[in-house]
């Protein structure tokens, strides 16, 4: 019976695990895509200063409600930004973008 118990606790765990992550995933493409919206003429030509504010602002926008997570992510903008803004200008889709590395999200 203990084995059963363990096996589903961790059966659990693996699925919250990549519940979790599909959701950043989810949430990055999001993001990367309202960016991109807001600059239909694509990024060339954007400062980087710019496309920092916009993902500050999507910091606030999704997670203003919960301001631990709203501080971890402006952390992560400031600790990252400039690599992902770097793979949004070299992606051609936001899960290219999510998905690369070094400030991979998924």
Not at 26 to 49: F, Q, R, S
Not at 53 to 71: F, G, I, M
Request: contains cysteine; aromatic residues 6%; glycine residues 6%.
């Amino acid at each position: 019976m203990h084995f059963i118990t363990t096996v589903c606790l961790l059966s659990v765990a693996v699925i919250a695990a990549f519940a979790q992550t599909d959701g950043n995933c989810h949430l990055c493409e999001v993001v990367v895509n309202e960016v991109l919206a807001l600059h239909p003429g694509g990024l060339n030509g954007v400062p980087d200063a710019v496309l920092m504010a916009d993902l500050n602002n999507e910091c606030e926008k999704y997670w203003s409600q919960d301001p631990t997570q709203d501080q971890g992510c402006h952390a992560w903008v400031t600790k990252n930004g400039a690599s992902f803004i770097a793979a949004m200008r070299t992606n051609s889709s936001a899960y290219a973008v999510c998905h690369a590395p070094p400030a991979s999200v998924c």
